[in-house]
């Protein structure tokens, strides 16, 4: 919006220039996310303690985490707010891209309020039967890949980066809204599988979203997507500042939800950050690399995966203590801020080889 108002009138007022810089409305779209979670969430927590909107526990859980019960939960909500309001400051709003990601957080968001909401109001622990959830999660999966593969410019529509390739692109052509929708589908279950901890996710997702907001820049830049041999996408760096906003928001909602937590984000929050992180890498052709950027997400969900397969061949026995891993952890031993923190540091770790798989090759 600011872009929209302002930017035009660099002629009278020279400083408006700075609104034509992707890294000038980054940084202040990140301010302004931190500083509305900040200056809101407190007014936000009481109003959802209130509301009695407090987390149900689920009985098989590690015991530590029966003492969480009745924390305020659907806390995803003022990071979308956030991030909303954020891009809609910052952004080009001409630009298809921010649309579709602004689609991706509310449609998302909206199923994880209804999914936290039979939680906590409804008495189902469980929330939403997991076909619902996977059949909305589908559709919109479903209906993102159709819009892009019909109505995406240029020669790459259906086509994305190999990563360790040089000079080489997957063409998935009718197949596209297919991989689309297993991309949006698994980054969105993947976050929501890892929102177990206090600070595991979000922290996570503040990584996730550097990652992806430095890699929109190089995407959307003709230069540098040229010397890194990337698909170059035009107007892609706009997704840079919608990165920006998620990480501000992270970091925001990450003052109250650090061990022990004041407030849960939810399936609001879990749901909707992953799918957004996959629209994200879809928007930019970067889809593969996700598996990297979010490698914590995907070792998170394998091991959950193997653990019912594993129960399955052997007639009842458990390959890990406990699935997701973060669980396994706890029933070792190890305090819940120790495994955040550790795997916070995987995923820094996860980030840098992503990074740096730009120029291996």
């Known amino acids: 919006m600011l872009y929209w108002l302002l930017y035009p009138l660099k002629d009278v007022f020279g400083p408006f220039r700075l609104f034509g810089y992707i890294t000038f409305r980054s940084a202040y779209a990140a301010v302004v996310a931190i500083l509305i979670v900040l200056i809101f969430g407190p007014r936000f927590i009481t109003f959802l303690k209130k509301k009695s909107a407090g987390q149900r526990i689920r009985s098989e859980v590690p015991e530590s985490h029966h003492m969480k019960e009745g924390t305020p939960s659907m806390g995803g909500f003022i990071i979308l707010l956030s991030i909303l309001v954020a891009s809609l400051l910052f952004c080009d709003l001409n630009n298809q891209n921010i649309i579709i990601l602004f689609s991706a957080t509310i449609w998302f968001g909206l199923l994880g309020i209804w999914d936290d909401y039979i939680k906590i109001y409804k008495n189902k622990p469980r929330g939403l039967s997991i076909k619902t959830k996977l059949v909305l999660q589908i559709v919109y999966g479903i209906g993102l890949g159709l819009f892009l593969y019909f109505f995406s410019p240029g020669e790459y529509a259906t086509k ?202």
Not at 185 to 207: K, P, Q, R
């Open 160 to 361: 994305t980066n190999l990563i360790f390739v040089k000079n080489y692109v997957i063409n998935f052509g009718i197949l596209y809204p297919l991989f689309v929708t297993l991309v949006v589908v698994g980054s969105s279950n993947g976050v929501n599988l890892t929102d177990g901890l206090d600070g595991l996710a979000v922290g996570l997702i503040g990584i996730a979203a550097v990652a992806y907001a430095a890699l929109a820049y190089a995407c959307g830049h003709v230069v540098i997507s040229d010397y890194l041999n990337i698909i170059f996408i035009t107007n892609g760096g706009e997704v840079t500042v919608y990165c920006a906003s998620i990480l501000g928001a992270s970091l925001g909602f990450l003052w109250f939800n650090t061990h022990p937590a004041q407030v849960f984000m939810g399936d609001t929050g879990a749901l909707s950050l992953g799918a957004i992180i996959g629209t994200a890498a879809i928007l930019i052709k970067q889809e593969i690399l996700l598996v990297l950027v979010g490698g914590v997400f995907v070792i998170e969900a394998l091991s959950v995966l193997l653990q019912v397969i594993y129960f399955h061949r052997t007639g009842g026995k458990r390959l890990f203590r406990m699935a997701p891993l973060h669980h396994h952890y706890e029933l070792k031993g190890l305090t819940e801020p120790k495994i955040v923190v550790r795997f916070w540091i995987i995923g820094i770790i996860f980030l840098m080889f992503a990074l740096s798989t730009l120029k291996i090759r």
